[in-house]
């Protein structure tokens, strides 16, 4: 899941706040396990806990920590000592294996209440590698990496194309061709699990916006699938300019 990554400000933020948190309203089991979900899914999610005190909890809000969650639906008021149900909206694109997103209840007195998720995005498509390094780039010079690509039930080969903004600053050239993946650090040629092996070119990364500002470079590469329309396929390119 490499495109979704929150700002430091809210990481901080959360991070204040999960340290003050109240375990008086409780979700059990602690994770909360909503299951499983492919890549590119969207599903509404429900949730139960119990308010375990003897007070009434008032909320002022639901929020989500990440991405994906959205559409709450959750009482304003909760007895004592009764079951309170969050129901929500989660939509799995970029995402991929185990996920532990958390749902925060936030009371009318800035408590917050937080609920931990577990569950797993399978994503049909596997990448060897995921992370390339740029490393001092300078406008207009080239980069290439190369890597490979098969289904994850490894029964077929994954067909994929450049996503129209990433081929703005992007170009691939593909083979098809064998692979042994019993190990993932050592992939070779020559096995018999169907894939492609990618070349992934830039000569043009573009600095704008936010990017003037920052020295480091960060570039989503999505990818597209025929075969699997709702998938959200992709790599981080990481390096730093050279000015």
């Given at each position: 899941?490499?495109?979704?990554?929150?700002?430091?400000?809210?990481a901080?933020?959360?991070?204040a706040?999960a340290?003050?948190?109240?375990?008086?309203?409780?979700?059990?089991?602690?994770?909360?396990?909503?299951?499983?979900?492919?890549?590119?899914d969207v599903k509404h999610?429900?949730?139960?806990?119990?308010?375990?005190?003897?007070?009434?909890?008032?909320l002022?809000n639901?929020?989500g920590?990440g991405i994906g969650?959205?559409?709450?639906k959750?009482?304003?008021?909760i007895?004592?000592?009764?079951a309170?149900?969050i129901?929500?909206?989660?939509?799995?694109a970029?995402?991929?294996g185990?996920?532990?997103?958390?749902?925060v209840l936030?009371g009318?007195?800035?408590?917050?209440?937080?609920?931990?998720?577990?569950?797993?995005?399978?994503a049909?498509i596997?990448?060897?590698?995921?992370?390339?390094d740029?490393?001092?780039?300078k406008?207009?010079?080239?980069?290439e990496w190369t890597?490979y690509?098969?289904e994850?039930?490894?029964?077929?080969?994954p067909?994929?194309?450049l996503?129209?903004?990433?081929?703005?600053?992007?170009?691939i050239k593909?083979?098809?061709?064998?692979l042994?993946?019993?190990?993932?650090?050592?992939?070779?040629e020559?096995?018999?699990v169907?894939?492609v092996k990618?070349?992934?070119?830039?000569?043009?990364?573009?600095?704008?916006?936010?990017?003037?500002k920052?020295k480091s470079i960060?570039k989503?590469?999505s990818?597209?699938?025929?075969?699997y329309?709702?998938?959200?396929?992709?790599?981080?390119?990481?390096?730093?300019?050279?000015?």
């Amino acid at each position: 899941m490499i495109s979704k990554i929150f700002t430091p400000v809210f990481a901080v933020a959360f991070a204040a706040s999960a340290a003050i948190a109240a375990d008086d309203i409780r979700f059990v089991p602690d994770p909360y396990p909503i299951g499983y979900a492919d890549q590119g899914d969207v599903k509404h999610i429900v949730i139960k806990g119990a308010n375990v005190t003897a007070k009434e909890i008032t909320l002022e809000n639901v929020i989500g920590q990440g991405i994906g969650l959205s559409n709450f639906k959750y009482p304003t008021k909760i007895a004592p000592n009764s079951a309170v149900t969050i129901e929500f909206d989660m939509d799995f694109a970029g995402m991929e294996g185990k996920i532990n997103p958390v749902v925060v209840l936030v009371g009318n007195d800035g408590t917050p209440y937080p609920a931990t998720l577990d569950g797993f995005v399978k994503a049909p498509i596997f990448f060897g590698e995921k992370l390339f390094d740029a490393g001092f780039y300078k406008a207009g010079e080239k980069r290439e990496w190369t890597f490979y690509v098969w289904e994850t039930d490894k029964k077929a080969r994954p067909d994929l194309t450049l996503s129209p903004e990433s081929a703005k600053q992007f170009s691939i050239k593909t083979k098809n061709v064998m692979l042994n993946v019993d190990k993932l650090d050592q992939i070779k040629e020559g096995g018999k699990v169907p894939g492609v092996k990618v070349t992934l070119s830039t000569k043009g990364l573009s600095r704008e916006g936010w990017e003037l500002k920052q020295k480091s470079i960060r570039k989503i590469v999505s990818f597209k699938s025929k075969k699997y329309p709702k998938a959200t396929p992709e790599v981080l390119v990481v390096g730093y300019w050279n000015e």
